[in-house]
Structures are given as C-alpha cells and as structure tokens.
C-alpha cells in the first residue's frame, strides 16, 4: 500500500532552520505531484508549499515565500522541504501529501503522511 513518511521535525529557535523529508514507498513516486501542509493546533489545515511530478514547477504559501524551499528526488522517491528563518507562527505538524497536480488545495492530493512536528521557540 501506498505509505508516505515524514521526517526531520522538532524544535529549533526562531530563525534557525530545518529540513523535512518525506519518503513515498507503494505509488510510482515520479507521476505524482507532491504538498506540503501544515496544521496549528486548532486551525484549519493550511498549504504550504507543492512541486509537480518532474521538480519543473513549484508553489508556495504567501507566508513562506522565499524562507522554504520544496524539492524532490525521483531516484529516492523522496520530496523535501528546507524551512529557513523559522518563526513561531511556524509551528505546526507537517505533512506531505501526493496527488496528481501540484495543487493548494488539501481535497487535490490522494495520499497523506502522518506528520511530523515543527517547533519553534521564540
């Protein structure tokens, strides 16, 4: 089955950086385009970042533009996210999603991750 697998969450100071990972295992990794969401304790689930199939092209969320950077390796079947600069409000669970355009919307992907948490201390 198909299993998306986030890493590389935590807790870092603001204006530090991290780098989430997301492994895809069960889908053939290089047809799908890939998200990036995150959800705030009693918020809504919010985009944040998407790549299509081939890394040609790439979105982002308003409030990340130009801090994160999403990229994708199709030899590892693996999407990534560098988040530079962090903030407070950054703080979330991450997830990667896979669909098949690289959409903002969260009903455009058919495959979730579990998340992994963001931290990040003022």
């Known amino acids: 089955q198909v299993q998306l697998v986030e890493s590389g969450g935590g807790l870092v100071q603001a204006g530090g950086s991290l780098r989430l990972s997301c492994a895809a295992s069960?889908?053939?990794?290089?047809?799908?385009?890939m998200g990036w969401f995150r959800q705030a304790p009693g918020k809504e689930r919010e985009f944040v970042s998407a790549?299509?199939?081939?890394?040609?092209?790439?979105i982002y969320a308003d409030s990340v533009k130009g801090r994160f950077t999403i990229s994708r390796d199709n030899l590892k079947n693996t999407v990534y996210l560098q988040m530079n600069s962090l903030k407070p409000e950054d703080k979330a669970v991450y997830y990667c999603?896979?669909?098949?355009?690289?959409?903002?919307?969260?009903?455009?992907?058919?495959?979730w991750g579990q998340g992994t948490q963001v931290t990040v201390s003022s």
């Open positions: 999603a896979a669909g098949r355009t690289p959409g903002r919307s969260p009903y455009e992907y058919d495959y």
């Open positions: 069960g889908l053939t990794f290089s047809r799908y385009a």
């Open positions: 790549i299509s199939w081939g890394g040609g092209s790439t």
